[in-house]
Structures are given as C-alpha cells and as structure tokens.
C-alpha cells in the first residue's frame, strides 16, 4: 500500500485541500486511490498512536487500521489529510523548534505500516506570517516565554524536515510554500494523488477562485478557453499575471499582530525563510514543489 501523509502545516490551506481531494474522490477510486473522509481515521489514528506511548503495535494491527479506515475499499494508494498530526496549534513551537515532536510521531505513524510506502506532504509558511498566528493560539504568558530564542530568525522550517529524515529515512518528504500554492494548486493534488503531469482534476482552480475577483476568474477561463494548450510553467505564469491584477488584497494579505516586531525584524524573517528553503532544497529525500 501505498500511504501519503497530508500534515498541515497549520495556517496553510490544508482543510481546502481536503476539500479538493475529496470532491476527486470518484474519479480517484477508479484508478485504485482512496480519500477516505476525515471522520474515518483522524481520531483512529490519534488515539492509536497515543497508545504506542506504552506498548509497540499489536500483532495485525495495521490491517485493523485500513480495513476500518477503507471500508471495503480496494486501493494501491491512500490520501490521510490532518493539518492536527504533528499536534495542535498551540503547540506548533516549543523551545525555537517548529513540530517538535514530529519526528517521534512520524516514527510511531511508520510503526504502524513497517512494509508500506510512506510519503509525506506537508506546506511550510514563512515564519513571519506562521509564529504570530501560532502566538496568538498558544498558551505562552509573553513572547519570549513563546520564542525560546533570542533571535525568531533560529525558528526554521529545515530543523524540523531535517529531523523528521533522520527519524524515519525511508519516508519520501514533499512540501511546497503555502505562499505559492495558489500558482501550483493542481500539481500539488496531482504529486499527491500520484497522477502524470497534466492530468485532469476537479477543482484545480479552486484557491485560485477564493483570492482573485469574479471579475478576474471569468477573464482567466476565458484565457484558458482561447489558449487551450499550455504548459504547466505557461499557465502559472499566466495566473502570477492575472493575480497581479485582479487579487482580492483582504484575501491574500495577512495582519501581522507580533508585540514588539518591528519592519526591519518582519524583513529578516522573511529573508531568512527564502534561505532556508534553499536549504530545504538540499536536504536528501526532500522535493519541493515551485512555481
């Protein structure tokens, strides 16, 4: 069996591509790729690898999971989406370190399914939009009981993508920015569901429809219509431009609410997190997914 993990990142745009999923649910089924809904193994799951805090898999365990999480289901691939897998919100950064105990829960997840395919998908965020909107959900009295660092520039993305390979090497990692999903929506369904480049799916517009006026998606369909063969690097150049024009800014411009930040630290972030995907780039087993 072949099992690709979704696991957020929070504040990214997993609960939508859930929904995007799912509504190619049918069409995925025919070809042996199952989306299970959320309902059939998010608290299965939790639960079990809450249980592994104690006692190792029991015997035949995995094939209790997937005939529960399946339901009769034939499938060669299966889509598991839960932005909750490496833990909820409010514990998103402990210590300077994003997901910290990610590389443990992975490892159990592995346990679990020791002669299956495991790949891992997963949106990273740039910290300076990510640790405001995990601050406010977090229970930490003041930002630096928050942060853990002198420097919010330590908090990076590849600390914890390199520490979840060295706990589980055998599980393919593929993650994306969250800031460019809107131009590579259709791929990122398509690398998840295991589908050829170009391949037809449902809804391969569908962040794009939320951030870009009516106006502007009626202009962009009419585009397509007129120019139907396009590659795929022709097409996000094609969006990047109607973005340009036509994006709804309260849809794509986020509200920095950080006490004490100030430009210059919200520059260095940023700037930080373009070098660190970089480094993420060079990290083996791990593919991200550009415009």
């Known amino acids: 069996m072949q099992l690709v ?13 859930l929904k995007c999923l799912l509504s190619n649910r049918e069409s995925f089924s025919k070809r042996g790729i199952a989306v299970p809904g959320p309902g059939k193994y998010r608290d299965l799951i939790r639960h079990t690898l809450h249980a592994l805090k104690s006692a190792p898999p029991a015997e035949g365990a995995r094939d209790v999971l997937l005939d529960a999480i399946l339901d009769e289901e034939d499938a060669d691939r299966m889509i598991l989406s839960n932005g909750h897998f490496f833990g909820f919100a409010m514990s998103a950064v402990r210590d300077g370190v994003i997901y910290p105990t990610s590389a443990v829960k992975l490892r159990q997840f592995c346990s679990l399914f020791p002669n299956d395919e495991i790949e891992l998908f997963m949106a990273i965020k740039n910290p300076a939009t990510f640790l405001p909107a995990v601050y406010q959900k977090s229970k930490a009295p003041d930002l630096q009981s928050f942060l853990s660092v002198p420097d919010p520039c330590d908090i990076r993305w590849s600390d914890t993508l390199k520490a979840l390979r060295a706990a589980c090497p055998q599980v393919a990692i593929t ?13 990122i369904v398509r690398e998840m569901a295991g589908l050829e480049h170009g391949e037809k799916i449902i809804g391969g517009f569908d962040l794009l429809r939320e951030i870009m006026s009516p106006e502007g998606m009626k202009r962009f369909r009419a585009y397509l ?30 509200e920095l609410d950080m006490p004490g930040w100030t430009t210059e630290i919200v520059d ?24």
């Open 225 to 254: 219509k007129s120019h139907p063969v396009m590659t795929e690097m022709q097409k996000r150049r094609v969006i990047a431009a109607f973005l340009d024009k036509f994006a709804l800014e309260d849809e794509i411009e986020e």
């Open 175 to 187: 993650v994306w920015c969250s800031e460019d999903a809107p131009l590579i929506w259709a791929q």
């Open 5 to 17: 993990l979704h696991a957020g990142a929070h504040f990214t745009e997993e609960e939508r591509l």
């Open 268 to 291: 260095n972030l940023s700037d930080t997190y373009d070098e660190d995907v970089f480094a993420i780039q060079r990290i083996p087993g791990v593919s991200v997914m550009t415009p």
